[in-house]
């Protein structure tokens, strides 16, 4: 599919990406230009950025899009959780926190929020590290193609206790993944499915309420 072909259909299906634009073109330049010194994303899909990049990572905000504050984990090149935070961009107090331990990746995205003008704040440490310290403050946590289901909701395990819901980008294994969680009795999940491919699915994760 080339390049204006994706853009068009990833405008059609999130209309939010729109306003954005500018802030997008600038941050696909960058990624372009930083993929030549690092491997950020497949390089079989460069061609495709809008669609399998941006428009696939617009489906964490469409979820919950009166969420302020998100924590994104293992953000690598800024997918899903540098997206949601330029479509916060104009929310006032809005914030993601991009969790990301490899310093070169951290260094990208330090790059992208910075010349994007994304409300941001780039922590190059662990996720066990980072996390703890932010769960009082965190509404979502995110994170696309980084571990299975049952490793991110252990991760999220503070956050989550306190109220944040989990909001994750999961591929063709995704069934296998949700049994596995579900059968730990404390966690509630639901999942969509995908905009932007036919296999995958949206799978959100809320911690139940304790019987009162």
């Avoid at 994007?116 to 769960?135: D, F, K, Q």
């Avoid at 993944?177 to 809320?206: N, Q």
Wanted: charged share 25%; aromatic share 4%; with cysteine.
């Amino acid at each position: 599919m080339r390049d204006s072909s994706c853009r068009e259909q990833a405008l059609g299906l999130f209309p939010e990406l729109k306003p954005i634009q500018a802030e997008l073109e600038i941050y696909e330049s960058l990624l372009r230009r930083w993929q030549a010194k690092i491997n950020l994303v497949s390089s079989a899909t460069l061609g495709e950025v809008w669609l399998r990049h941006f428009a696939d990572s617009a489906q964490v905000h469409a979820v919950a899009p009166h969420i302020r504050c998100w924590a994104d984990l293992g953000s690598g090149a800024g997918f899903p959780g540098l997206v949601t935070a330029l479509l916060l961009k104009s929310t006032p107090d809005a914030v993601v926190h991009l969790i990301e331990s490899d310093q070169r990746k951290a260094g990208f995205l330090r790059a992208v929020s910075r010349e994007t003008g994304a409300p941001a704040v780039v922590h190059a440490e662990r996720i066990e590290s980072v996390l703890p310290n932010l769960a009082a403050e965190v509404g979502g946590v995110s994170a696309r193609a980084l571990a299975p289901l049952a490793r991110l909701v252990q991760l999220a395990e503070a956050p989550l206790k306190k109220g944040a819901i989990g909001v994750f980008l999961k591929g063709e294994e995704w069934r296998d993944e949700l049994t596995a969680v579900e059968t730990l009795g404390s966690l509630s999940c639901e999942s969509t499915a995908s905009r932007t491919r036919t296999e995958a699915r949206i799978v959100v994760v809320k911690h139940k309420a304790s019987p009162s």
